[in-house]
């Protein structure tokens, strides 16, 4: 009779141990799948803007003018057009230029949101090797209009 009171004092105990421990696994991995959710996004995010970066024809163009100091004075010279008046009285070739100029600082606005974005250490580590150390320094730097957006 005594071990049947014993047990029966024990297993409860045990019982809670056993519902804590269930819930304890459920919570860890309810935690990493949510954690796996976050990175595949993230790295989504981070392959859309790479992707458009490199290869959407009108953002293509417009790191060509930047980098090359002839096109980027005739650049120049539409921007400043533009700005001297209200009225739009540029070219169509001129207006597909500021189309160009348009899409490429939406995506410079969606990459500074993306630099916001909390990342672990080896994201990153990678953000900064793509963005800051390349995109900011080598291919932003003398684009003139990039001290109109609110870039860090």
């Not at 005739?74 to 160009?100: G, T």
């Not at 348009?102 to 990153?124: N, P, S």
Request: with cysteine.
């Amino acid at each position: 009779m005594k071990t049947l009171d014993a047990l029966s004092k024990i297993g409860p105990f045990l019982s809670g141990i056993s519902l804590l421990a269930a819930a304890g696994a459920a919570w860890i991995t309810v935690f990493k799948i949510n954690r796996r959710a976050l990175y595949v996004a993230w790295l989504d995010g981070f392959r859309t803007l790479y992707e458009e970066f490199w290869q959407n024809e009108k953002i293509v163009r417009v790191r060509n003018w930047i980098s090359s100091d002839i096109e980027y004075a005739e650049l120049e010279k539409v921007l400043s057009e533009r700005l001297k008046d209200k009225q739009n009285s540029l070219s169509p070739e001129d207006n597909e230029k500021l189309e160009c100029i348009d899409q490429f600082c939406a995506l410079l606005v969606r990459i500074e949101f993306f630099d916001g974005t909390i990342m672990t250490k080896k994201q990153r580590d990678l953000w900064h090797i793509v963005y800051e150390n390349f995109w900011q320094l080598y291919t932003l730097q003398p684009f003139s209009i990039r001290s109109m957006l609110p870039l860090s």
